[in-house]
């Protein structure tokens, strides 16, 4: 299943996009947050849908998509998680992985505006697949991992380079400003997705190709990733595991490239759709 969350900002109800039609599911779901993964919301929705009595809408470009998953509790990132990717930043490979937090306010929706904070000059882009999970997980092993995992979204791991890396201490400075985590445009339930690790990935910047890899040069896999984050944080369902990105960002450029307003992004991973953010400057959104 694909599942969405449309309508009005602060009031978006949750649906299932079946061949470009949206229907609503507000009547079994409250919302898709972790309470939503964690009481059988899934297994609901997928008899509701099954039970083909509903009225289906029209999917168009304006029926406005928050991120598909609300109340996020954190957002684990994965840091050179493609040896090319950990080449372009000067970085050894890990031997380990590498995490770090974003703060979940940075979520936004897939085609929301992605906004440069200020004082930024080093806003950057990063596709990345998003893991969803599904249940509480503390001390899993690899071999169960899987068991934990709902879905798959897009992320765009949106970083600003000096506040992540030239100004002291941990990333997360550069990774959590408002509008930092376009997410969507949907989730797609586990059973929809046959292998996660052979995933092509890409992002385009005002329509040339910047990033496109795939998921299969992943250094540490999905279930590494689980296992390992749970043995130092229990994670809870809605939780999200963004698991890193492949070469090509502005800053492996040549000279480095960054945003600015009026760019746009599109980045998209194979059978997890297509999501677009248009860049604006601070000052521009905050007089809005
Ligand atoms: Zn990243």
């Known amino acids: 299943m694909k599942l969405v969350r449309y309508g009005k900002a602060g009031h978006e109800k949750p649906a299932v996009l079946l061949e470009n039609k949206l229907i609503d599911v507000s009547n079994v779901a409250g919302d898709i ?40 509790s954190k957002i684990v990132c994965v840091g050179l998680n493609y040896a090319k990717h950990a080449e372009e930043s000067g970085m050894e490979v890990p031997s380990e992985p590498v995490l770090f937090f974003k703060a979940t306010t940075a979520i936004v929706g897939p085609y929301d505006e992605v906004v440069i904070p200020k004082g930024s000059e080093k806003t950057d882009w990063e596709v990345e697949l998003a893991v969803v999970i599904g249940k509480k997980a503390s001390y899993v092993s690899k071999e169960s991992a899987m068991d934990y995992v709902a879905g798959y979204m897009v992320h765009n791991d949106i970083s600003e380079r000096a506040f992540q890396l030239e100004k002291g201490g941990q990333w997360v400075k550069g990774k959590s400003c408002d509008t930092f985590a376009p997410l969507g445009p949907y989730l797609v339930t586990k059973d929809e997705v046959a292998d996660p690790h052979n995933l092509d990935l890409w992002l385009k910047l005002n329509g040339e190709t910047m990033q496109s890899s795939n998921t299969s040069d992943l250094i540490f896999d999905i279930p590494t990733l689980v296992s390992y984050i749970s043995e130092y944080m229990t994670l809870l369902p809605g939780d999200i595991i963004s698991t890193g990105t492949p070469f090509g960002v502005g800053l492996g450029l040549n000279p480095p490239m960054y945003l600015k ?16 953010q248009s860049v604006v400057a601070f000052e521009d959104a905050s007089n809005r």
């Open 33 to 72: 947050d972790g309470n939503f993964l964690e009481s059988g919301g899934l297994e609901k929705v997928r008899a509701f849908i099954e039970a083909g009595e509903f009225d289906a809408k029209e999917w168009s470009e304006d029926s406005h998509l928050a991120a598909p998953i609300n109340r996020v």
């Open 261 to 276: 307003p009026g760019d746009v992004m599109e980045l998209g991973i194979d059978g997890l759709g297509v999501s677009k």
